[in-house]
């Protein structure tokens, strides 16, 4: 197999970058946004650096676009189900898979429409369905002409006492009008507008504004405004910056109410119960509570962070070196003092996924956030997801697939169930002569 570098576009999946090559170029290897390696046909891809790929690693053959070997249709079935074999909904198709939560979608549009509760938390235990359920709503939200963005907290790849990779993780999942529709073209979008002046202030929204106009937008330009390269003003990779990432995100989901005329933009955080980790040190804990605190102030559209940089309001910690807001009590970037709110109203939510903690959800912070919790999942939600499955894997492989093998999956978990599904349907299909009680016991 060959090996390659090309930077793509997939409608359904995003951006990523092709890794190898197969049947001739027929299929691509790309690693997406997601960190999921997943084969795509050539002629599904946009190459990002023009309409001929050109390879940043040596290439021996060319790659041609080849007729199409399967009905659309069955493509797109087996593309899904190769999705589902990992335990994931393609975005695209997220709502054709849940079932049984209308009232927690009910209760999330009633809060998406009320302008004093800029955040909220939903609380549920493992297996409880919570990741699927912001993947749900990731999809919903972008369709309800919100700008929406989601991230998986870890508290060792991506913790809260991270700002500027939480950051640029919010970047790299930005989404807005369609799943094709990413950050830069965000911006570009409001450079185009007959509004983007209102922007010029911001300092640093208004300096990648003005090089999209004046068509000095070169690739560097737009590493620095998603944190991925350096320039001035710079993108400090310190714990105590989240007033500079804060500021930023608050003037994105403000621009795309007041220019592009969004409803607002919706941060999900997902896994957010390591904010307050054990094998972090207290000093880390701390500049996540910090972080944590200045984006609920800004969603909440709050003016103390606003008040205390006007009126020069700050004072020094007795512990920690840096400079503290004196209403506020948020720590200060000693660098770039911005406040963590751009503007007030900034239309921002910000919606964070928690297993179950009273004690961390008594934290004088957490215990003004609104909260709901998501319940246990019926037998007939998994009843009504492995009809879906089933039929679309039948469809993909032109199989008839025997419905007990429901009786079998574990049903404690919505991705391991999805998991085990789709294995349990792939050994019934290639060995259709054992019994499947012999087949699927040790499932």
Not at 183 to 207: C, M, N, T, V
Request: one cysteine or more.
């Amino acid at each position: 197999m060959d090996k390659t570098k090309w930077f793509v576009k997939h409608a359904t999946y995003g951006t990523g970058g092709v890794q190898q090559t197969r049947f001739g170029g027929f299929e691509m290897s790309v690693e997406f946004e997601d960190g999921i390696l997943r084969w795509i046909r050539q002629d599904e891809l946009e190459f990002l650096s023009g309409d001929t790929p050109v390879p940043t690693v040596g290439i021996t053959e060319s790659i041609e676009p080849i007729e199409p070997v399967l009905p659309e249709e069955r493509f797109e079935a087996r593309k899904i189900i190769e999705a589902l074999r990992l335990g994931i909904v393609p975005h695209g198709k997220v709502d054709e898979f849940t079932f049984g939560r209308d009232k927690s979608i009910g209760q999330i549009k009633e809060w998406l429409n009320t302008q004093n509760s800029g955040s909220l938390i939903i609380s549920g235990e493992y297996g409880m369905g919570k990741t699927h359920f912001l993947d749900y709503l990731y999809s919903s939200v972008l369709k309800s002409n919100w700008a929406v963005a989601k991230v998986e907290l870890d508290p060792d790849e991506l913790p809260l006492h991270k700002p500027k990779a939480i950051y640029e993780a919010i970047i790299r999942s930005f989404k807005f009008q369609t799943y094709n529709s990413d950050f830069r073209e965000f911006l570009r979008d409001i450079a185009a507008s007959p509004d983007w002046y209102a922007l010029q202030e911001h300092e640093y929204l208004g300096i990648i504004i003005e090089k999209i106009r004046s068509g000095e937008d070169d690739e560097n330009i737009y590493e620095w405004i998603e944190g991925e390269s350096t320039y001035h003003p710079r993108m400090y990779n310190y714990s105590t910056c989240g007033n500079i990432y804060s500021y930023i995100l608050s003037g994105i989901s403000w621009a795309a109410k007041n220019i592009l005329g969004l409803n607002g933009f919706l941060i999900l955080f997902d896994e957010a119960e390591s904010i307050d980790s054990i094998w972090h040190s207290s000093y880390q804990n701390n500049k996540s509570w910090n972080f944590l605190k200045g984006l609920i102030l800004a969603a909440n559209d709050d003016e103390l962070s606003l008040k205390e940089i006007n009126a020069e309001k700050f004072y020094k910690h007795y512990l920690y070196k840096g400079c503290w807001g004196y209403y506020s009590n948020l720590q200060y970037c000693g660098h770039f003092k911005l406040p963590f709110t751009w503007k007030v109203p900034c239309n921002l939510k910000t919606l964070f996924a928690f297993t179950p903690d009273d004690e961390l959800f008594n934290i004088e912070l957490l215990n003004s956030v609104g909260k709901f919790e998501i319940g246990p999942i019926s037998t007939q939600y998994f009843e009504n997801i492995s009809k879906q499955i089933i039929s679309l894997y039948d469809l993909a492989y032109d199989f008839q697939a025997d419905p007990h093998v429901f009786a079998y999956i574990p049903k404690d978990n919505t991705r391991r169930f999805i998991k085990g599904l789709v294995e349990a349907l792939d050994l019934t299909r290639f060995h259709p002569d054992k019994p499947i009680g012999e087949l699927l016991d040790a499932l």
